[in-house]
């Protein structure tokens, strides 16, 4: 029988902050396996709950206890490296945005640059994830046009997050 050690009020406010206003559905839902696991839950009660196996619940509720809030992530995976570095992205963002309807030149422009060619879809996953302020967007060059929730909440959620990945 695997459970949990006693939680501190702020970790019961950080993993409630994550369960609600949670990055992505997969830490939202291993926060609030957490949270219930604490609140006495067994792991075969959460594993129906969830639809998941006993195992992952244990994995959830390791990473937990090994890493904290950290520990909900989900880790690298393996995969083609990026055609481009992060600069070469950020000089094709720059170029996007003197000209942003200009993706095809702006595209031929970066191959003739670095010599390394890429598809257009590449081009746009590239173009997709640029952030702007305010719009919880990645690394690439265009907002999303989804809004991030505001509210306290929100903001509860994000100093807790911060301190618990800082400390």
């Known amino acids: 029988m695997k459970r949990i050690g006693r939680l501190s009020e702020a970790e019961c406010e950080t993993l409630r902050a994550a369960w609600k206003d949670g990055p992505n559905g997969r830490v939202r ?18 594993a129906e709950l969830f639809e998941v196996d006993v195992d992952t619940i244990s994995a959830w509720l390791d990473g937990w206890e090994r890493e904290g809030l950290r520990g909900l992530y989900d880790g690298p995976r393996a995969g083609r490296p990026p055609i481009y570095t992060p600069a070469e992205a950020a000089r094709l ?20 640059a670095t010599g390394k060619r ?7 996953r590239i173009v997709k994830k640029k952030p702007t302020a305010g719009s919880g967007a990645g690394d690439g060059c265009v907002a ?23 400390g």
Do not use: F, N
């Open 93 to 112: 963002c720059d170029w996007l945005e003197a000209e942003p309807r200009q993706i095809k030149q702006a595209q031929a422009r970066l191959e003739q």
């Open 144 to 166: 999303r046009a989804t809004t991030r929730p505001s509210g306290p909440r929100t903001r509860a959620w994000a100093s807790s997050a911060r301190a618990m990945l800082e």
């Open 29 to 46: 839902q291993r926060a609030q396996a957490v949270y219930l696991a604490h609140r006495g839950y067994r792991r075969i009660a959460l």
């Open 118 to 124: 890429a598809s257009r879809q590449t081009v746009h």
